[in-house]
């Protein structure tokens, strides 16, 4: 019940933020990050009505995948080359590329299955070096790479995270993020689809939807502290 009280919270604040920025709250996705969860608390959320889940952890996603009622996967966390393999075909939205080589990786890969890949290129707004993600000026070169040198690769949009800091602070650095995504939302591409705006976790969503984000990645307000 826990879970679901949580998710029942998170929605109603989910609608405040939407409406506060003049938004629809159903065009917001709520991805339950189930990082250390177990497949038991899992199906909780989706009994509660969650449609999304986000994994860190390639092996997380292959432990669980099987028993977790059919939802839609996102893999939120740093995906190193040698695992594209193990998830290309499991998960809706990889949202952390952020080089080129990892971009080619999944192309060779979703090309071995006959699909196309939706990614999402991880903006590093603040320049943290305890973070991966590319700088704000640099996400134009990677997405033309990508778009010219990876034919089984979809750009749907962009990921930013934000520092642990006070409000201002954190708005910047999601609108700088936002700022990219809008322009690229200029551009026309049959394999560029920018629609995914995925900013905010538990502590930060509320700022990331009035900047912009229409996906949030939110795992402690959802299950508690971690295990």
């Given amino acids: 019940m826990k879970i679901q009280e949580n998710i029942a919270d998170i929605r109603r604040r989910i609608d405040e933020y939407a409406r506060a920025a003049g938004r629809e709250p159903g065009d917001i996705t709520l991805i339950a990050v189930s990082k250390t969860r177990t497949p038991q608390e899992i199906n909780e959320a989706v009994a509660a009505g969650v449609t999304d889940i986000g994994e860190?952890?390639?092996?997380?996603?292959?432990?669980k995948y099987e028993a977790v009622r059919p939802v839609n996967w996102h893999m939120i966390g740093h995906?190193?080359?040698?695992?594209?393999?193990?998830?290309?075909?499991?998960?809706?939205?990889?949202?952390?590329?952020?080089?080129?080589?990892?971009?080619?990786?999944?192309?060779?890969?979703?090309?071995?299955?006959?699909?196309?890949?939706?990614?999402?290129?991880?903006?590093?707004?603040?320049?943290?070096?305890?973070?991966?993600?590319?700088?704000?000026?640099?996400?134009?070169?990677?997405?033309?790479?990508?778009?010219?040198?990876?034919?089984?690769v979809r750009v749907c949009g962009f990921m930013g995270i934000a520092p642990i800091a006070d409000e201002p602070e954190v708005r910047a650095c999601f609108s700088r993020v936002k700022a990219v995504f809008d322009a690229f939302g200029r551009l026309s591409h049959e394999r560029l689809c920018v629609r995914y705006l995925s900013m905010g976790m538990?502590?930060?969503?509320?700022?990331?939807?009035?900047?912009?984000?229409?996906?949030?990645?939110v795992g402690t307000a959802v299950f508690g502290a971690g295990n």
């Fill in 79 to 152: 995906l190193q080359r040698n695992k594209v393999k193990y998830i290309i075909d499991k998960v809706k939205l990889i949202h952390s590329v952020d080089s080129f080589r990892l971009a080619e990786e999944i192309d060779a890969r979703a090309a071995q299955c006959g699909l196309t890949a939706n990614i999402l290129v991880q903006i590093n707004a603040a320049g943290e070096e305890s973070k991966f993600g590319i700088a704000a000026h640099e996400a134009d070169a990677l997405v033309h790479a990508i778009l010219d040198g990876c034919g089984h």
């Fill in 202 to 217: 538990s502590q930060d969503f509320g700022a990331a939807i009035l900047e912009g984000a229409n996906m949030v990645r």
């Fill in 56 to 63: 860190n952890r390639v092996q997380e996603i292959l432990d």
